[in-house]
């Protein structure tokens, strides 16, 4: 039978090198200065851990660790013999494969002194045979070296686009981190680690995810992929890797997960036994039909039932290899959105033949050293998503393919997941269009698509984020026939934005009015948001007494555009001059511009519904101590944004559309009242409403399943002074509530050029 040994453990070492180009010689003999350290793990939180280097997210102490990436390293640790088998005599017949799910990004693995292999890229399993007579009795030495950030692949230019790079980088606007094909295009490390608008330049080295030993018999399940629809169809391919052909048995015990304590599934086991030949390796499939199946669904849909799959190969002597999975029950599809064009690119999902109206968020890497992500950090913020009433995540391009405890926790959440490949920002140039860069990006995504593809929660494959698809045609046909040959299960999308969708940045980056929303006409809203600082607390945490307020270089170094903070915070604090404000003051403006900016939007969205399918904000959490468009910062302290998208995400939704502009006491506010219910049910209840403290409605309502219509006309005298409108609607399973400030308008004016070059980039990524 199989038998685990695990190397996430505390009884490392890493050490320094001089750099070299890769693939590197064996300099292990080198290091001088063995470091303790931790898998998984990173070579700055391992200096961290012993005060080497001063906390990078604090200050500006992340330039202090910018010398990490000037050297290589090494890892390594000592494995006995005796953990994987009592004596030599027991070892016979039995095979040893050593397992990493990510090193972090160019590495070479030895097992004493044999090279087992070399690997490049940051999201592939590596799998190696070590050969048992290369176990030796007592300590055995497990070796990973690792480049540095400073020998990562660069780009190759060809003479016209070194032309490009220098005369785009004059005639357009750049950020930081900008600029036309830069280095981070030549690989598929995560592409937020070379600095981003809401993430600092950190390019992390090291062994970043899980890492065992798996020790069989003569045979070795290298991945097994199930796929089950709800009526209990369930086909399940395995991956065997076997020395010679045999005639063996294989079973399969298939039994529903227990989630609630008080659930009895003692009878849900069922089991399937039948004759396999086995040929030296290869794909081998079959076919199972459960009984009395039970369907995964988002959690606005129904239960989250999952299932656990054993699947075991047995000879005369028992048991070869076995290995347990998880999966779902459900079909996923994308149809073509009702009342738009004929033409129109197909947009709303549905999850086992039901639409789904998404009430999705952006999800970018939960930190930016992500080797110290754990399952609990994934629970907390999953948990305060699942809170939000948020039924999908869209995995962002410039992110990761996040660790198995992140999709885990989504399936058993019911929580749907936007998964992008690990491409990001090309705006108006390309990624690499030669036969090495595509060969890397189709080994690094089959690989994604095959860790990933056993999880119901898994909706669709995206191309990655903003990029031009016509550009990068070589590269999305690579992607799109990784997904058909790993998977092709789920619908893929080019790239994000891509057809009727779009990424709204006319508001923020265009400096438009927050009531622009309202004339976006595209069929799924990927992207919109407003930064907004964290709270005052979290402030003190990363900044300094004197850094804290007003809003200065640090606050910039931690990612805050102060110009864009101020031009939406202002209206909200009248004609105050930034000095003349505290830094409370300041923090709840930008948060409360940043509440109102969302409640237009996703308001507008689900009032256009069943036209639009859905919307997703930007963004939801942030890898570091940054003020950012999150609504939920570093420390996981909800912004007051958070609270409004409970209210804005309520599948059940009271909605006041209403013209956005500047009054006056004694002025007449119109607007029309809306009901929205996403659920397939009807619903019934007692809707109220009040003007401050006066109340203005209470009448009983019927709302349709899964439609969005207008209840009718509303108006309002302003008052002197505030003026807020609240509405209540109580059903007997359901509350939905919802406010308004009345007097709210941001009121600035959007400069052409601003608006022209946002809505320009904003057509290249789309058309081009």
């Not at 079909?331 to 690119?345: G, K, S």
Request: proline share 5%; hydrophobic share 40%; with cysteine.
């Amino acid at each position: 039978m199989r038998k685990i040994v695990g190397l996430n453990h505390s009884n490392w070492f890493v050490g320094a090198v001089a750099p070299q180009k890769f693939p590197a010689a064996n300099d292990l003999a080198q290091v001088r200065g063995w470091l303790p350290a931790q898998v998984p793990g990173d070579v700055r939180l391992a200096l961290l851990n012993l005060n080497k280097i001063p906390d990078p997210f604090l200050g500006k102490n992340n330039e202090a660790s910018q010398w990490v990436d000037e050297y290589d390293w090494w890892y390594r640790c000592d494995v006995l013999a005796s953990e994987l088998f009592q004596d030599k005599t027991a070892a016979s017949g039995r095979r040893t494969f050593l397992i990493f799910e990510g090193v972090d990004y160019q590495c070479a693995v030895y097992w004493n002194d044999l090279e087992l292999g070399r690997h490049v890229g940051m999201f592939s399993r590596q799998v190696y045979e070590i050969p048992l007579e290369k176990i030796l009795e007592g300590a055995n030495r497990l070796a990973v070296r690792v480049s540095g950030g400073n020998q990562l692949p660069r780009m190759k230019l060809e003479p016209q686009e070194k032309v490009w790079r220098h005369v785009a980088g004059r005639l357009l606007p750049h950020g930081a981190q900008a600029g036309e094909f830069p280095d981070r295009y030549a690989t598929l490390k995560c592409q937020m680690s070379f600095g981003w608008d809401f993430a600092p330049r950190l390019l992390t080295c090291g062994i970043w995810d899980e890492a065992f030993i798996a020790q069989t018999r003569e045979v070795f399940v290298r991945d097994v992929w199930v796929q089950g629809v709800p009526d209990g169809r369930v086909r399940v391919t395995l991956d065997v890797d076997a020395k010679t052909p045999r005639e063996l048995r294989i079973r399969f015990e298939a039994r529903l997960r227990e989630t609630q304590p008080d659930k009895n599934l003692a009878n849900s086991l069922q089991t399937f036994e039948m004759p396999l030949h086995l040929e030296a390796s290869g794909a081998q499939t079959f076919a199972l039909e459960l009984t009395e199946p039970r369907a995964w669904n988002p959690w606005d849909r129904g239960e989250q039932n999952l299932y656990e799959l054993r699947v075991t190969l047995l000879d005369e002597q028992g048991e070869l290899d076995a290995v347990e999975t998880r999966f779902g029950l459900r079909t996923i599809d994308l149809d073509r959105n009702e009342r738009a064009p004929d033409d129109a690119a197909s947009w709303t999902l549905r999850v086992n033949g039901q639409p789904e109206f998404i009430r999705g968020a952006n999800w970018v890497p939960a930190d930016a050293i992500p080797a110290r992500v754990t399952r609990k950090d994934y629970a907390e913020l999953l948990t305060l998503a699942r809170q939000a009433n948020i039924n999908l995540l869209r995995v962002w391009g410039g992110g990761l393919k996040e660790k198995r405890a992140f999709y885990e926790l989504c399936d058993e959440l019911g929580i749907l997941v936007w998964q992008e490949f690990p491409f990001s920002g090309a705006g108006v140039d390309y990624f690499p269009r030669d036969r090495e860069f595509t060969s890397l990006a189709r080994r690094e995504c089959d690989a994604i698509v095959r860790a990933l593809r056993n999880h119901p929660s898994v909706a669709l494959w995206c191309g990655g984020n903003e990029f031009i698809p016509r550009a990068n045609r070589r590269l999305i046909e690579t992607l799109r026939e990784a997904v058909a040959a790993n998977d092709g299960t789920r619908p893929f999308k080019p790239a994000s934005p891509s057809a009727d969708e779009s990424h709204n940045w006319r508001v923020w980056h265009g400096m438009a009015n927050t009531r622009d929303y309202e004339k976006d006409t595209a069929l799924f809203f990927g992207e919109f948001g407003l930064q907004a600082a964290p709270n005052v607390e979290t402030l003190n945490r990363f900044l300094s007494d004197e850094a804290v307020y007003p809003p200065d270089e640090n606050w910039e170094y931690h990612n805050a555009e102060r110009e864009k903070l101020w031009r939406y915070a202002r209206p909200l604090l009248g004609d105050h001059d930034p000095e003349t404000v505290s830094a409370e003051q300041f923090v709840r403006a930008s948060q409360e511009a940043q509440l109102r900016g969302l409640q237009v939007a996703i308001e507008h969205a689900r009032r256009s519904k069943p036209r639009v399918s859905g919307c997703a904000f930007w963004q939801f959490n942030e890898p570091w101590h940054s003020i950012c468009w999150s609504v939920v910062d570093y420390t996981r302290t909800p912004k007051r944004a958070y609270g409004k998208i409970k209210e804005l995400y309520n599948p059940v939704l009271v909605s006041f559309a209403f013209p956005y502009r500047i009054r006056s006491a004694g002025e007449i506010v119109s607007g029309q009242v809306w009901l929205v219910n996403d659920m397939l049910g009807e619903r019934k209840g007692t809707l109220r409403a009040w003007h401050n403290e006066t109340e203005v409605m209470a009448f009983d309502v019927v709302l349709p399943p899964n439609g969005a219509h207008a209840l009718g006309g509303l108006d309002l005298r302003l008052e002197p002074g505030a003026n807020s409108l609240r509405f209540e609607l109580r059903g007997n399973d359901f509350v939905s509530t919802n406010e308004y400030d009345l007097n709210y308008c941001d009121g600035g004016e959007i400069t052409l050029r601003r608006a022209f070059l946002t809505d320009a980039a904003a057509w290249l990524r789309t058309s081009i």
